[in-house]
């Protein structure tokens, strides 16, 4: 089992920035790809970024406008979420999640291995 743990989030102006952090725990960290999504509410989860386990590859939702970036540090077996120039439609419940296979982040019909807990992060207008 993999344990995610999310953190960062929380209220911010538009045009603003955070930081949310995923730290992993269970398993070797470095074996996993791991992901960011976000859910508004009545809404569908939805794709945010991917990051390969080697760093090689980095994936980003088409919506996102460049605004957002995906990295990891494996000695401390954490990913992090950097947002900027944040808008109010960027509020959800931003999710880590970890899996063995990277396509499994980019397909609606696959299902990440394992899911934080999430946490919020508003944007005001």
């Known amino acids: 089992q993999v344990q995610l743990v999310e953190s960062g989030g929380g209220l911010v102006q538009a045009g603003g920035s955070l930081r949310l952090s995923c730290v992993a725990s269970?398993?070797?960290?470095?074996?996993?790809?791991m992901a960011w999504f976000r859910q508004a509410p009545g809404k569908e989860r939805e794709f945010v970024a991917a990051?390969?386990?080697?760093?090689?590859?980095?994936e980003y939702a088409d919506s996102l406008e460049g605004r957002f970036t995906i990295s990891r540090d494996n000695a401390k077996n954490t990913v992090y979420l950097q947002m900027s120039g944040l808008k109010p439609e960027d509020t959800a419940v931003y999710y880590c999640?970890?899996?063995?296979?990277?396509?499994?982040?980019?397909?609606?019909?696959?299902?990440?291995?394992?899911w934080g807990q999430g946490t919020q992060v508003t944007v005001s207008s």
């Open positions: 990051i390969s386990q080697s760093i090689k590859r980095t």
């Open positions: 999640a970890a899996d063995l296979i990277f396509s499994d982040f980019l397909l609606t019909s696959r299902q990440p291995d394992y």
């Open positions: 269970g398993r070797t960290f470095s074996t996993y790809h």
